[in-house]
């Protein structure tokens, strides 16, 4: 399968500003649910989602927790800088940087960068009764980020520092300040691991009562976890998709998960735009091992360039026995996968997710999931029917077109 030589000026939609939703509504299941099935279009309430999902099959979640990134620092002058963390560098692996007591470095945007010019930035904290002094030291600039080590005087938990100052990092397009409503409604109910820099949004419309709906009507629940990066945010700006550079993300799944993705080949719902690449790039690093191949990530444009023939089965029993062989019960990789029209979905057969923005790599995963322009039918019917979009808006259970 050839890389995709698509212009992206065919995936763009007019988005009025009013039809972004600035804020979560009262109630997280009250969103309103387009479903797309076949080619027709129906429209539902979220909650109805549990009348939607056959008996026995498989639900999968991105359990991924956000952190409060955007960390606010002043200079002397009175000049605000602020920090958002973007992805660890020293020590490298998510959960241990959060772990730390005394230094950490990140790789940072710095937000009114200019008004910092030399010299360390220091904050003073109470954290738990304690005064802490927090200072931070820019190591190195680079194109669109900056290095910035972090250094504190108490023995204190990196992740109770950012919770101590931090904001949660809500998206640019909300053009609004994060608010107390953010911490919790930017979170998904089962948000478990630290470390993205965005929700995984689809799921921002469940509810405990509605996992326990579904849990009794025995449909299983397996989760991955997938960081979002910063990049999700980030626009096609090339005229030919093919040009776009892919950003890079860290994702783990349980073993106990791939056997519940075996147990039900053909009949898997994927939550989100992120577990659809955290899923179907599974397939792929089975392919990978099968291969032969050294490499245990997967790049931009593995999936059409690599074999096609390996069944579904064939890749995740070859992740198994990888597992097995090794004695571990999880996968550890990133992923900077491409889907584009012209993809061969491996794994996803249904897929619940929000609305996207124009020119942006998930319309691009949503017109391949859902076929020809199927896409464009489906979102003027959101646009004329009072949809919200983005982050906070409505939902959609997009049923895969074979």
């Known amino acids: 399968m050839s890389r995709p030589d698509i212009s992206i000026a065919e995936y763009t939609y007019n988005l009025p500003d009013e039809r972004i ?7 997280r299941s009250d969103s309103k649910l387009l479903v797309f099935n076949d080619g027709n279009i129906q429209e539902l309430k979220f909650s109805d989602i549990v009348n939607e999902l056959p008996n026995n099959s498989l639900l999968t979640f991105n359990n991924t927790k956000v952190i409060q990134a955007r960390l606010p620092f002043q200079k002397v002058t ?5 920090v958002f963390c973007l992805e660890p560098i020293e020590p490298v692996d998510i959960n241990l940087i959060f772990q730390t007591t005394d230094t950490c470095t990140w790789k940072c945007i710095v937000g009114n960068s200019k ?11 109470e954290i738990n009764g304690e005064d802490v002094t927090l200072q931070i030291n820019r190591i190195s600039a680079g194109f669109d980020s900056q290095t910035i080590q972090f250094n504190w005087d108490k023995n204190i938990l990196f992740s109770d520092l950012i919770e ?37 949004t689809a799921g921002l419309h469940f509810t405990p009562e509605i996992l326990e709906k579904l849990s009794d009507k025995e449909i299983d629940l397996s989760y991955v976890t997938l960081h979002v990066g910063a990049g999700t945010f980030k626009p096609v700006k090339t005229d030919n998709v093919a040009d776009h550079e892919m950003h890079i993300e860290h994702f783990f799944v349980e073993l106990d998960t791939i056997n519940n993705l075996l147990n039900h080949e053909g009949n898997i719902t994927s939550t989100g735009t992120t577990t659809v690449r955290t899923l179907e790039s599974l397939y792929w690093l089975g392919v990978k091992l099968l291969e032969g191949s050294n490499e245990f990530y997967i790049k931009q444009w593995d999936a059409y360039e690599l074999p096609q023939h390996y069944s579904f089965s064939d890749a995740l029993n070859k992740l198994k026995e990888h597992l097995e062989t090794n004695e571990r019960v999880r996968i550890e990789s990133h992923t900077g996968i491409m889907i584009a029209p012209g993809y061969q979905f491996k794994i996803v057969d249904r897929l619940i997710t929000n609305f996207h923005q124009p020119t942006s790599t998930l319309l691009l995963l949503i017109s391949a999931f ?9 979102y003027d019917y959101a646009l004329s029917n009072d949809f919200r979009f983005l982050s906070y808006g409505d939902s959609s259970l997009l049923h895969r077109t074979k």
Request: charged share 30%; hydrophobic share 30%.
């Open 21 to 27: 939703a600035k804020y979560p509504l009262d109630n």
């Open 78 to 82: 009175g000049a605000n800088i602020e």
């Open 115 to 125: 008004k910092w010019k030399t010299g360390p930035l220091e904050k003073k904290i």
């Open 164 to 200: 101590a100052i931090g904001k949660i990092p809500i998206p640019p397009y909300l053009n609004r300040e994060s608010e107390e409503i953010d911490s919790t409604r930017y979170q998904t109910v089962y948000s478990n691991h630290k470390g993205s820099v965005a929700a995984p």
């Open 370 to 378: 859902t076929g020809g322009d199927n896409w464009k039918k489906i």
